[in-house]
Every structure is written in C-alpha cells, then in structure tokens.
C-alpha cells in the first residue's frame, strides 16, 4: 500500500515533511514525498496507484493567489472527489476546505483567524457519537498547534468534530468517506507525550491500509 505525502514545508530545513513521514511510517506501507511548492507532483497514471494522501502544513497560507497553491487546490480536490482516504494537517485541512468550497461557490472559506494559536491546545471533540478519528479518545485533548489562519466555513454535508475556544473548526470529516482534515499537528507531541492523542489519529487513519496490507 502506497502512501501519497504533499509536503508543503517552504524552508529547506523542514522539507521531507519528517515528523510527519515518520508518524505514518509502518511496515507494509510505501510513503512517498513530494513537493508541491517545487511543482512537483506525480503524473495522473502515477497518482492512481496510490492508496491515501496525506497533505502537511505550511508557513504559506491556503488562501494565497501563489500558482503552486491555485495547483495544488485543483490537486487536492480531483483527488476528494477520488474517494480515496485523505488526512489534511494544518494548512492541507484548510487547502481542502478552500478546494470544496470554492467549487462550491463560497469564497474567503479561509482566511486570518482572530486568534492565532501555537505549543499546548485545549481542544474539545464535538460530535463522538458520529466522529471516527477520534472514537476512543477523551472529550477533551491536548494537541499542538501552530496557526494564525483558520477555516471560517466547513464544506456543506461535513462534520465538525472538534473545536478549540478560538476556533471553531478543529477539525472535520466526511461522513461516509475515509477522508479528515484537522487544524493542529497530530505529528508533534505536546508538553505531556503521555496524553498525546497524535498516535492514536493516526493508527485510526491507517487502519484501513493497515487492513488491506494484513489480508
């Protein structure tokens, strides 16, 4: 099973997406980087052999007018409407709800939040009767954020599933599909690793590869 990486880090220090290659890595998975702000991405024949994507964060904004971005949101979009499992981090949530939404009709989905949040955040998971990345884990977490920009308008027919006392929109999914999108860094451990909900996301989110590896 393939594994798809768009790694969206600017800065030459941070590229290869490490913390994040490194919590989905398992044996019996590929994990593939590529970078979209290289305008490097694989062809569309190389694209359907993977099994998931995986979008990163960025010090760009998701709404900006850069080219590789405009790109990368048509990208990330033929690839929802896929129906493959897709996980978008931090900038990747918000690129995704920028893709569906502009589509859509609905413009500045994204944009400055009125709170910027960075290290330790409280957040709450608001819908645990139908929420599945986060089934198992306590109402209240402590996740690591790193944002100033925020989803001000989920896609129509998604669920919210979590929220912070600054932002609203912490985190969504499809409700039928395998696909997620979170505004913190499931990938890097806060002050307390003992309560870090990251390994837990992500083993939810692998599990169905993890499945397919298995039979």
């Not at 949040?117 to 198992?136: A, M, P, Y």
């Given at each position: ?27 019996g998975l590929e994990i ?111 996740v690591q954020s790193a ?69």
């Amino acid at each position: 099973m393939k594994i798809l990486v768009l790694d969206n880090n600017v800065k030459p220090e941070f590229w290869g997406a490490r913390d994040l290659v490194a919590a989905l890595r398992r044996p019996g998975l590929e994990i593939h980087t590529r970078r979209p702000a290289a305008l490097d991405y694989p062809s569309a024949a190389a694209a359907a052999t993977f099994d998931a994507l995986v979008v990163s964060g960025s010090l760009t904004r998701a709404d900006a007018k850069d080219d590789w971005v405009i790109r990368e949101t048509n990208w990330v979009l033929a690839w929802l409407d896929s129906g493959k499992p897709f996980l978008g981090v931090c900038f990747g949530h918000q690129l995704m709800c920028r893709a569906l939404q502009e589509r859509a009709g609905v413009r500045e989905a994204v944009g400055p939040a009125a709170t910027a949040e960075h290290g330790d955040t409280k957040i709450q998971v608001t819908d645990r009767s139908r929420t599945r990345l986060f089934r198992g884990l306590p109402e209240m977490l402590v996740v690591q954020s790193a944002h100033q920009d925020e989803v001000r308008t989920p896609p129509s027919g998604w669920l919210v599933t979590a929220r912070s006392d600054a932002c609203a929109v912490q985190a969504i999914e499809h409700p039928e599909r395998w696909q997620f999108g979170v505004q913190f860094h499931p990938e890097r451990a806060g002050s307390k690793p003992s309560n870090d909900p990251g390994p837990s996301i992500f083993k939810t989110f692998l599990n169905p590869l993890l499945s397919k590896v298995a039979s």
